[in-house]
């Protein structure tokens, strides 16, 4: 995995280290792979979180307290297949961890399609099973 990133990094490289980012919990280093104008979309969010997210700012407030309640421990399974659009992935992965506050297990797979322009991710459709995480436990998106 790359240490750093430029606009010459192929998007699965790119990927990949923001895999690691997340992994070593920071998360200020994984909204720094963002454009300032990106978008991130929650396809099957359930009722009460957020299904749009509009500019880095937006996607670091939400991503901010992530590992104080999701401590990832692995992607298990990344598989990245390329499309006719050089600036575009999809990501078919698993995540595994726990969750902090009740230290159950957290095991999530997920569909990714994820957009990169000048080694920046503009735009991220994130469709991730919302019946996995039915803890409230797991909620990062709600303030305490």
């Known amino acids: 995995m790359p240490t750093n990133t430029s606009k010459d990094t192929a998007p699965a490289d790119l990927y990949r280290h923001g895999l690691r980012l997340l992994l070593d919990k920071d998360i200020p280093a994984w909204v720094d792979l963002w454009d300032d104008d990106g978008v991130f979309e929650f396809p099957f969010a359930p009722e009460g979180r957020p299904k749009r997210l509009e500019g880095k700012a937006a996607v670091g407030d939400y991503m901010r307290g992530y590992p104080d309640f999701i401590d990832l421990h692995d992607f298990p399974s990344v598989e990245i297949h390329r499309t006719t659009a050089a600036e575009t ?6 995540g595994v ?3 902090v506050k009740t230290g159950s297990p957290f095991d999530m797979t997920y569909i990714a399609v994820v957009t990169f322009r000048n080694g920046l991710i503009t735009h991220y459709r994130d469709y991730w099973n919302p019946l996995a995480l039915q803890d409230p436990a797991s909620d990062f998106t709600r303030k305490s």
């Open 89 to 94: 992935i999809v990501v078919e992965m698993r």
């Open 97 to 99: 961890g726990r969750l």
